[in-house]
Structures are given as structure tokens and as C-alpha cells.
T-cell receptor
Framework: SQELEQSPQSLIVQEGKNLTINCTSS?????LYWYKQKYGEGLIFLMM?????EEKSHEKITAKLDEKKQQSSLHITASQPSHAGIYLC??????????????FGTGTRLQVTL | GAGVSQSPSNKVTEKGKDVELRCDPI?????LYWYRQSLGQGLEFLIY????????KSGLPSDRFSAERTGGSVSTLTIQRTQQEDSAVYLC?????????FGPGTRLTVL
């Protein structure tokens, strides 16, 4: 079955610092999604990557998918308190070949200190 | 337009009771998903509806869990004879193509 590992599990960074969260799959992916969750709320869609080597950015957040489509990284530049929350990667395996149910990583809890 | 909505936002019930959780997807989205998020298990897939196709029920943990989607829109997740291990946040998502948009969830507490 599809497994996704995220690292680190938790992260505390000072405001203004950069950080990276990683997501690694045991299988080649059809699509890799990044979501953010704040306590008591649903998941907010950040980005979706489908092509090997693809990179997308939104404001200060950049996500990349490696050429083999098994590993993704999420990079935040100049972190702000508003970036705090839980970041989740979700994936659909290539064997599925289409949009389908997502398997999620265990999440990375990010705290940004002043 | 409006996002995915879920009701109730919180539900406290006694062990053995049945509960129904509701999801209103984004208008025009043909796919609807239910997931469960609990402390020990993370975020797990439960069931997936796509158009008029038979639902993918492969994630339902037991036969106490069922879901239906009426008229290709609203969905109801039913848990019969609730157990304490059913306590979790139940999240619904919908999609038109590949991106799933999530609702705020229903927090279920079984006493």
C-alpha cells in the first residue's frame, strides 16, 4: 500500500527564517498535494504537483516534486506567524492513474516564534 | 462561491447510539470523499463517490459505517452503534477534477 513519510514531525522556527518540509513516497506518484491545517479547521489547499521536476510557488511558499515523482519538498521563505499550522502532504499513486482518494502523510507541525 | 460545508460541527454521543454526519459539496463537483482524522491514525480515507459510479468503500473500517450520496450532491455518513474508537474529526472533500477541497469537519466524541 502507498506510504507517505513526512519530516520533520514538528518544527519551531523564528520569524523571518526559512524552512523546508519533506514528503517521501514509497511509490511513484500520479499527483502530490500540499495542504495546511489550523487547529479545529479543515484542510486548506496549497498546491498540487504532477510532473517530475515541477516547481510551484504561491507567495512565500514553494513546492517541488523530484524527477522520479517520489519526493516533494515544501519551502517557506521568511516565515511569518501566519504560516504556523500543520502541513500535510497527500498523494495519489501512479498506478491509480487518475484523481482518486488521497493517502496522507503524518503531518508537520510548524510553530513560528517572534 | 461557497466551499464545502459540514454539519454538525461538533457531535457528542453516547456509546451505542447511531449518528449521521452531513456534507454539502461545492456546487458542480462530481466527486465527494469522506476522511477521518484521529490522533493515533492520522488522516485516513473512508469512502469516495464519483458521479453515478459505485462508490469506493474500501476505507470503511467496519460494517457499522455507511454513506450515501443523494442526487449526486449532499452526502450523509452514518455510524451505527458508535464506539469510543470512532471519536475523531470526520472530514468531507469534493472535487471537479483533481484537486480536493475540504470542509471544516465534524468533531465526533463518543462517551
Amino acid at each position: 500500500s502507498q506510504e507517505l513519510e513526512q519530516s520533520p514531525q514538528s518544527l519551531i522556527v523564528q520569524e523571518g527564517k526559512n524552512l523546508t518540509i519533506n514528503c517521501t513516497s514509497s511509490k511513484t506518484l500520479y499527483g502530490l498535494y500540499w495542504y495546511k491545517q489550523k487547529y479545529g479547521e479543515g484542510l486548506i489547499f496549497l498546491m498540487m504537483l504532477q510532473k517530475g521536476g515541477e516547481e510551484k510557488s504561491h507567495e512565500k511558499i514553494t513546492a517541488k516534486l523530484d524527477e522520479k515523482k517520489q519526493q516533494s519538498s515544501l519551502h517557506i521563505t521568511a516565515s511569518q506567524p501566519s504560516h504556523a499550522g500543520i502541513y500535510l502532504c497527500g498523494a495519489v499513486p501512479l498506478s491509480t492513474g487518475t484523481a482518486s482518494k488521497l493517502t496522507f502523510g503524518t503531518g508537520t507541525r510548524l510553530q513560528v516564534t517572534l | 462561491g461557497a466551499g464545502v460545508s459540514q454539519s454538525p460541527s461538533n457531535k457528542v454521543t453516547e456509546k451505542g447510539k447511531d449518528v449521521e454526519l452531513r456534507c454539502d459539496p461545492i456546487s458542480g463537483h462530481t466527486a465527494l470523499y469522506w476522511y477521518r482524522q484521529s490522533l493515533g491514525q492520522g488522516l485516513e480515507f473512508l469512502i469516495y463517490f464519483q458521479g453515478n459510479s459505485a462508490p469506493d468503500k474500501s476505507g470503511l473500517p467496519s460494517d457499522r459505517f455507511s454513506a450515501e450520496r443523494t442526487g449526486g450532491s449532499v452526502s450523509t455518513l452514518t455510524i451505527q452503534r458508535t464506539q469510543q474508537e470512532d471519536s475523531a474529526v470526520y472530514l468531507c472533500a469534493s472535487s471537479r477534477q483533481v484537486t480536493q477541497y475540504f470542509g471544516p469537519g465534524t468533531r465526533l466524541t463518543v462517551l
